[in-house]
Structure formats: C-alpha cells, structure tokens
Nanobody, 116 residues
Framework: QVQLVESGGGLVQAGGSLRLSCAAS??????????MGWYRQAPGKQRELVAA??????NYVDSVKGRFTISRDNAKNTLYLQMNSLKPEDTAVYYC?????????WGQGTQVTVSS
C-alpha cells in the first residue's frame, strides 16, 4: 500500500510564495528512482501537469517555468514544489502523483488560492 499526503497549500496574495510537500509512505521502493509529478486542477478545468521529475530529468509546464521548482528529499521520501511569484491563475487544487511499476498513486490534494 502506498500513501501520499500533501501539505502546504493556503491563501496567498499575488506575488507571494508557497511550498507544497508530498510525503510518500508504504511500498514505494527506491524513492529517487520513481517518476513523480505535481498536477493541478482549477474549477471547471481538466487536471494538468505542472512539473515532473524522474531520475534524470525535470520538466515544467510553460506557464510556471522560472517561478516553480520541483525537488525531492530522498531521505524523507518527500516531494516538494516551491512556488514563487504566484498569480491568480495558479489557483487550483494541487495533487502529487507517484508511479510505482505499473501503478499510479495520487495524493488527496491541497488547495492553493492566490488573491489579486
């Protein structure tokens, strides 16, 4: 059984920063070898990939490049998303995703609200 628990969301003014965390537990194997990502879903919109990290690469959606940074602490089995220069259009529920072999796991989501 794999569990992902996100935290760090909240309400922030435009231009502010937040850091999201996603703690993984259970039968995840070697954490730093697992593909992981942050997704977000705004009201009325489809869930979209924000940032992804694999053993050898990091990718971001164009709208967050230069503002968001994905990273992970392998000793803590925790994935992070540092979000700077936040904009109202970043408002969404943010989810972390972990792939273990052929299985995909999602966290429960954390709300990020950016006021103008």
């Amino acid at each position: 059984q794999v569990q992902l628990v996100e935290s760090g969301g909240g309400l922030v003014q435009a231009g502010g920063s937040l850091r999201l965390s996603c703690a993984a537990s259970g039968s995840i194997g070697i954490f730093n070898l697992k593909p992981m990502g942050w997704y977000r879903q705004a009201p009325g919109k489809q869930r979209e990939l924000v940032a992804a990290i694999t053993f050898g690469s990091i990718n971001y959606v164009d709208s967050v490049k230069g503002r968001f940074t994905i990273s992970r602490d392998n000793a803590k089995n925790t994935l992070y998303l540092q979000m700077n220069s936040l904009k109202p259009e970043d408002t969404a529920v943010y989810y972390c995703r972990l792939v273990v072999r052929e299985d995909v796991y999602w966290g429960q989501g954390t709300q990020v609200t950016v006021s103008s």
